[in-house]
C-alpha cells in the first residue's frame, strides 16, 4: 500500500504559477510500482480528473482544460509526483488530490476515472484569486 500527502497549496493570483507536490510512502511495494494521478475538486462540484503518470514517468495523460498549462511528473528517486500549474484562473480554484494504482497507465486505459485509484491523499487547497 502506499500513504500520500499532498502540499503546496495556498492562495495564489490569477496568471501564477504553483507546483504542488505529493509525498508518498510505500510498503509491499515501491514507489515505482504506482502509477499517479492528480484529480481536483471544487465546492459543489464533482471531482475531476486533472492529470495521470505512469509508473516510470515516461507517459503523462490531462484532461483537456488542463492541457497547455498543467504539467505532471514525478520523482521516484524521491518517492514525490507533481503537478505544476501555470497561468492559473479562478475557476481552478479547489482541492487537489493525488491518487495511485497498481494499474498501467497508457493511452484510454480509465486513468481518468476516479474509480481506477486505490489510494488517496487528504488534498490541498488551492485558491486563485481575480
Known amino acids: 500500500q502506499v500513504q500520500l500527502v499532498e502540499s503546496g497549496g495556498g492562495l495564489v493570483q490569477a496568471g501564477d504559477s504553483r507546483r504542488l507536490a505529493c509525498a508518498a510512502s510505500a510498503s509491499g511495494r515501491t514507489f515505482s510500482s504506482y502509477a499517479l494521478g492528480w484529480f481536483r475538486q471544487a465546492p459543489g462540484k464533482e471531482r475531476e480528473f486533472v492529470a495521470a503518470?505512469?509508473?516510470?514517468?515516461?507517459?503523462?495523460y490531462y484532461a483537456d482544460s488542463m492541457k497547455g498549462r498543467f504539467t505532471g511528473s514525478r520523482d521516484n528517486a524521491k518517492n514525490t509526483v507533481y503537478l505544476q500549474m501555470n497561468s492559473l484562473k479562478p475557476e481552478d480554484t479547489a482541492v487537489y488530490y493525488c491518487a495511485a494504482t497498481r494499474q498501467p497507465l497508457y493511452y484510454n486505459s480509465g486513468y481518468y476515472s476516479r474509480d481506477w485509484y486505490d489510494y488517496w491523499g487528504q488534498g490541498t487547497q488551492v485558491t486563485v484569486s481575480s
Open positions: 503518470i505512469s509508473w516510470s514517468g515516461g507517459n503523462t
